[in-house]
């Protein structure tokens, strides 16, 4: 079969590594001619974001899928047209795309998230402090997104359509990985809890199983349901999630896309997010999902003040730990905050994770 | 770092899809162009046999190495002289590619192995019946092998340079594979037990761990531990084994090379051979090699009868199996005993494991 997907970066090349235990021609478009899916795909060097690039290279796929949300879709509603698969529709990659359609969506389908007011221009802003101020498109990786606690910080309001969004005291991040075949077969994998790193406001710590009651269990299965329900499209998505300190749990954001806090699944548990993506985009019967035991996840993202040729410090003491494993994403070059890569650790239980973890979090450094 | 194999197969791209979590360029070098690694590594389409297409294409690598033993060691040699690195080294390539070498060496370092003669010609044939043939070169997955049990026999035996061995009077057939780094760190991996299908002469269920008592666990240690330090070569190796009807454990053959005997390590173990292998490439830290529980491998090979495009029939009901993982090799053709792929099962019990094994053979079919 031949799978086109837009972008590539670490998520489509895990996807496609997890894939070659198939019989399949991977294909991928990407601005940076050393994207990490260049020398494992038949590569295609372009912008995701325009018409035709988009338009040309899905003509003659089987499906087209996308690694990242931020692509052309109208290029994709065309393909459509044309008889070529896009999975997920480009229907929901255009509604999470922009963040006002996203609490819109969240709100006709009574899918709990945050109080909010939408604004074309900063003047319009009228919601009560604090709030978070969600730029409606342009936003990724915690960029586009400020927090806004007093009067003074109003002047800081970007003059963009926005979403503001009251905030949410929160008690845990939370996520959920659901996918659906176009069978309409559903599966979740379990919750996930995220730890953050505040400095760069990128995924840090992602562990499961979560430490959650089963009245929290019920609300994330929930809205996973209804997420999926909704969506009405076939397609894996990962739903971030607030609990908050009153123990209700909030719909943060969702990517119509494989995850950073789906990356245990790796070894964590009986089939990865990749395999998951992969039965979808060929409509194949889902995967279990059964964690072994317990997981957890580490990015490697580079180091303050280093850019250049990636050196990753300390990463022999790491190989010798057990039941670790370091996943590197094909990036030479390093720079403040770059996701460079991710280490996944199994453990018996939650104690000796969290203590592995920090362990390592001790031992590595992403350098040049 | 630039790593060179020869050989481009399904043991190439297994090794150099669990190399993707790292970043390293690979080159692999296959007579086929639509070889398994053709499209996930820098290909070069050639002849391994051949001086100087082996010696082109190993110079100006980090590292070379083989997924098959048949390659022109004589290139290797030269590439050693000029400063390339050769893992494992040309001189135990040379000793195990020939058969009769294979036989001294086992002999010269006590390494328990059936009695043989050593012939030219079948004229010189003068071993007690019944014995096994096998030629000195050119043997693989079963072929240059046979059996001579009878008087009448004898007229079938090749003219061929061949060892002579005596049949050991089998109980189980088992495996165990070593893997030395250059700092001479070693660990082996979990000794598995072979069903064998007598038809075809290939491996056909491989399970873990063995049913094997601790005086034969001590052998196959023992055996695993002769071999890696008289090999005097990093490497990664396979070494086959018969257990006698009397307790006895005796060395049938070693690969100098990933293994189909090691093909369960992907899900059954904390790290598979290809990891193992990669890191002995690389001089790294050797990876823990602990079993999940119960694993076993069944063999993909193709139906008697059936020659051209490759279909697998039944193969979405064991997409439904949980704990069941389908490795397909990029072949897209399939000829009667051809090696297409392999399926992993884990299981809680030997008895659940057999139990799923048998099921899977009974789904799934390999046809045109």
Same mark, same amino acid.
């Given at each position: ?8 970066? *670490? ?13 399949? $021609? ?14 494992? %795909? ?9 018409? #035709? ?5 899905? !003509?003659?796929?089987?499906? &087209? ?15 459509? =047209?044309?008889?070529? =698969? ?69 002047? =800081? +309001? ?14 845990? $991040? ?12 559903? !599966? ?15 995924? #840090?710590?992602?562990?499961? /199983? ?15 349901? *209804?997420?999926? #329900? ?5 397609? +894996? ?18 990517? /119509? ?6 990356? *245990? ?14 039965? @979808? ?6 995967? #279990? ?28 003491? @790491? ?11 094909? !990036? ?12 996944? &650790? ?11 973890? @920090?362990?390592?979090? %001790?031992?590595?450094? &992403?350098?040049?």
């Amino acid at each position: 079969m031949k799978i086109g997907i837009l972008g590539g970066g *670490q998520l489509g090349r895990m996807l496609i590594q997890n894939a070659l235990k198939y019989d399949d $021609e991977w294909f991928t478009l990407d601005p940076a001619k050393d994207a990490p899916c260049a020398n494992i %795909s038949y590569f295609t060097e372009g912008n995701f974001n325009d018409y #035709d690039t988009v338009l040309n290279f899905g !003509k003659g796929k089987d499906v &087209v899928s996308i690694e990242i949300e931020h692509v052309n879709v109208d290029a994709l509603f065309e393909l459509v =047209k044309n008889g070529v =698969k896009v999975i997920p529709s480009p229907e929901i990659i255009q509604t999470i795309q922009q963040k006002i359609l996203q609490k819109e969506f969240y709100k006709k389908h009574g899918i709990p998230s945050p109080e909010f007011q939408i604004i074309q221009h900063k003047s319009e802003a009228g919601f009560p402090l604090p709030f978070v101020q969600k730029m409606n498109t342009g936003g990724y990786d915690g960029k586009g997104v400020q927090i806004i606690k007093t009067e003074e910080d109003l002047q =800081k +309001l970007w003059d963009e359509p926005s979403v503001l969004e009251s905030l949410v005291d929160i008690d845990k $991040e939370l996520s959920i990985i659901v996918a659906k075949n176009e069978n309409g077969e559903t !599966k979740t994998f379990p919750v996930t809890e995220m730890v953050a790193d505040p400095k760069l406001n990128l995924l #840090d710590f992602n562990i499961c /199983p979560s430490d959650i009651s089963e009245d929290i269990q019920n609300q994330t299965d929930a809205i996973a349901k *209804q997420f999926i #329900d909704a969506a009405n499209s076939p397609g +894996l998505f990962a739903i971030e999630l607030f609990l908050d300190k009153k123990g209700k749990v909030w719909v943060n954001e969702t990517a /119509p896309r494989l995850h950073n806090s789906g990356h *245990q699944t790796q070894e964590g548990n009986a089939n990865s997010q990749f395999e998951q993506m992969y039965r @979808v985009l060929k409509n194949l019967p889902l995967a #279990d999902t059964d964690a072994n035991g317990f997981s957890g996840m580490l990015n490697l993202v580079g180091e303050e003040n280093f850019s250049g040729k990636v050196k990753y410090d300390g990463i022999n003491e @790491v190989l010798q730990l057990p039941k670790t494993y370091v996943h590197l994403y094909g !990036k030479t070059e390093t720079k403040p905050g770059r996701k460079m890569g991710h280490i996944n &650790v199994l453990a018996e239980n939650r104690e000796d994770l969290m203590e592995k973890l @920090v362990h390592i979090k %001790s031992l590595v450094k &992403v350098v040049s």
